[in-house]
């Protein structure tokens, strides 16, 4: 069957714009039907006895691990170490006895993410495979295999799967957190709602891609762009740098903002825009005190931010784009959208294949 692009100039476009409705769809198939309670095939593990969860994965999949990593420690306490699948799988680290290996990917077929399953298998863990493709391998060959629900993601630039995974794996820290006693039905409830209101919200983020892709024909036109985020928005700036490799060829970094001094400052002149994922979270003060590093060195920083962010920093900044107000743990969805609309308009405004990078593959499974 031939993928419709509707009424978009790209399956990219189309993507980024389904955000909303596939994040509902997915949440839906993760929600029990009165609302209440996480409902996942991942409940049968008993998550009290489980020492650590491993989770691997390559590319954006790896970053949506990040964002679930603060979600499942701060929701549900439990520890989580992250893995680039290329590197786990020969490292052979050991396992906890007990242990837990999730492995993470669109496609379910990314050799070195498969190989990195059949490792952890090996090594006696309980294995997961989040995928979107439920007939892929890595489905088939995990003990338990947990859909992402985000339908046929052609762009080979990963957006409505990224947003999916991080939905789903927050879902997931949910139902943990219940299982673990560290929170009750009303907390569990409580968490629910937050996800529940993340459609909206990312529906509200799409509506400002005019502004957005304003600032994006601005960095085009840059030869280096940097991306800067502390907690949830690092691993927000790793994916928002990736995206604008992927389909501009322009050179970018993503950075947490507490580590520009020990390097990348350096490459900061006044042609480098600086990109600063900035709610005012608790760590907003922090990355107000990095954007003004920035800013001292003629960087010019291009904000994005929500109504009280943008406004301690205006007159500072090159340039800013207001985002609604979201709770901490939401604001990833929103600050997806707004990375993948930089590289979406920065790609149109260089005139690069946007569905078909070069020398990119939707799916990796040779090494
Ligand atoms: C390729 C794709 C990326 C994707 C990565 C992992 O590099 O171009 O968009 O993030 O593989 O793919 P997976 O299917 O395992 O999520």
């Not at 993601?153 to 789903?168: N, Q, R, Y």
């Not at 002149?269 to 003629?298: C, Q, W, Y």
């Amino acid at each position: 069957i031939l993928a419709d692009k509707g009424q978009h100039r790209h399956f990219m476009a189309k993507e980024i714009h389904e955000q909303p409705s596939v994040i509902a769809r997915a949440l839906g198939a993760w929600i029990s039907e009165d609302r209440t309670r996480v409902s996942c095939a991942a409940e049968a593990i008993d998550w009290r006895a489980v020492p650590r969860l491993t989770i691997v994965a390559c590319g954006t999949a790896h970053y949506a691990s990040h964002v679930a990593k603060v979600w499942i420690e701060r929701v549900a306490r439990l520890p989580v170490e992250i893995e680039i699948a290329s590197e786990f799988r020969y490292r052979e680290p050991p396992l906890p006895r007990g242990g837990v290996t999730m492995v993470v990917s669109q496609s379910g077929e990314t050799a070195d993410s498969l190989a990195a399953l059949r490792y952890a298998k090996a090594m006696g863990q309980t294995t997961l495979g989040l995928v979107n493709v439920t007939t892929s391998t890595i489905a088939r060959e995990a003990d338990v295999a947990l859909p992402i629900h985000a339908g046929p993601e052609i762009g080979v630039a990963s957006t409505k799967a990224f947003t999916a995974m991080v939905l789903c794996l927050s879902a997931l820290a949910v139902m943990i957190a219940r299982q673990r006693g560290v929170i009750d039905a009303a907390g569990e409830r409580a968490r629910l709602d937050l996800l529940s209101t993340v459609p909206r919200l990312m529906a509200e983020t799409i509506a400002l891609e005019p502004q957005i892709e304003a600032l994006a024909r601005e960095i085009s036109e840059a030869g280096d762009a940097l991306f800067l985020g502390r907690g949830l928005m690092y691993p927000l700036a790793l994916e928002g740098a990736l995206k604008l490799k992927e389909i501009t060829y322009m050179h970018a970094e993503g950075y947490a903002a507490g580590e520009i001094k020990h390097g990348p400052i350096a490459l900061v002149d006044e042609t480098t825009p600086v990109i600063a994922l900035a709610p005012h979270d608790a760590l907003f003060d922090k990355l107000a005190s990095n954007m003004r590093e920035v800013i001292g060195r003629k960087g010019r920083v291009a904000m994005i931010g929500d109504a009280d962010a943008c406004a301690e920093m205006s007159g500072e900044v090159w340039r800013s784009v207001t985002l609604p107000r979201a709770d901490p743990l939401v604001a990833p969805f929103l600050y997806a959208v707004a990375v993948q609309f930089i590289a979406y308009h920065a790609a149109l405004a260089k005139g690069t294949d946007v569905d078909q990078p070069r020398n990119l593959a939707k799916s990796v499974t040779v090494e």
